[in-house]
């Protein structure tokens, strides 16, 4: 068996840690089982995947995304969900896929950062985030009631339709304080845009941090078919 010492330091899935918090102590969160569907070979999702609803290209599209759910994304929600302190589970991240060339290229162009080598990551406060926001009781949406598509987001970010840069609303780029530009200032925020059954948004920090890394901020769906959100993050 592991010491405690060995069980604080255990890396799970590329994400290094801290240990989870007892068992009887985790949060409890209602949400749909993240397992494979023996019929059909394909994840649960909240997404309307009738066939008989949409055209041959559309399934196509919704199998393609619904396939695509990243386990090492699964495995560290149900971790962070596992860590009671909310202070130390904004602390955890997963690095869980490089930037595209393509992203890198749009991004540069819009923010003037060279994101070229990035990886996208994922942290405990944007997983916070995404369920209190659109979760099972969501406080915008539920459209991220299941979790399986939060772990689809490297799908979109991978395979976007269009990104575009977040403005206020006097036209300057909207910024977070989660993440941080080399001089100290607050990092810009870009969104990714794929249309599946409806539209799933991705939204990302850009930083041109020594750290090399887009910060995923929120990730959301709705029913438009033409990728208007009006903003919801």
């Avoid at 019929?39 to 290209?57: F, K, N, R, W």
């Avoid at 930037?99 to 994101?115: E, F, H, K, N, Q």
């Amino acid at each position: 068996g592991q010491t405690v010492q060995q069980q604080a330091a255990q890396t799970v899935q590329g994400a290094t840690l801290p240990t989870a918090q007892p068992a009887n102590q985790a949060r409890q969160v209602t949400t749909l089982p993240m397992r494979e569907e023996a019929s059909s070979g394909l994840y649960t999702t909240s997404i309307d995947t009738d066939p008989s609803a949409h055209t041959p290209e559309e399934n196509a599209r919704i199998q393609e995304y619904t396939r695509s759910t990243d386990s090492k994304i699964v495995s560290f929600i149900n971790r962070v969900l596992g860590l009671k302190n909310r202070n130390f589970r904004n602390k955890v991240n997963l690095e869980f896929a490089p930037v595209s060339d393509r992203a890198a290229s749009d991004i540069l162009s819009m923010t003037g950062v060279d994101a070229s080598g990035f990886t996208h990551e994922l942290t405990g406060r944007a997983v916070d985030h995404i369920i209190e926001r659109h979760g099972p009781e969501g406080e915008a949406d539920t459209s991220m009631r299941d979790f399986n598509d939060i772990a689809r987001i490297g799908y979109v970010l991978e395979h976007y339709d269009y990104l575009e840069p977040i403005r206020n609303s006097d036209g300057s780029p909207k910024t977070t304080q989660s993440y941080r530009m080399a001089d100290n200032s607050q990092a810009p925020m870009v969104k990714f845009v794929k249309k599946i059954d409806g539209t799933y948004y991705a939204v990302e920090a850009v930083t041109d941090s020594k750290a090399h890394r887009l910060g995923v901020i929120s990730a959301y769906m709705n029913d438009q078919k033409n990728g208007s959100d009006g903003q919801v993050f």
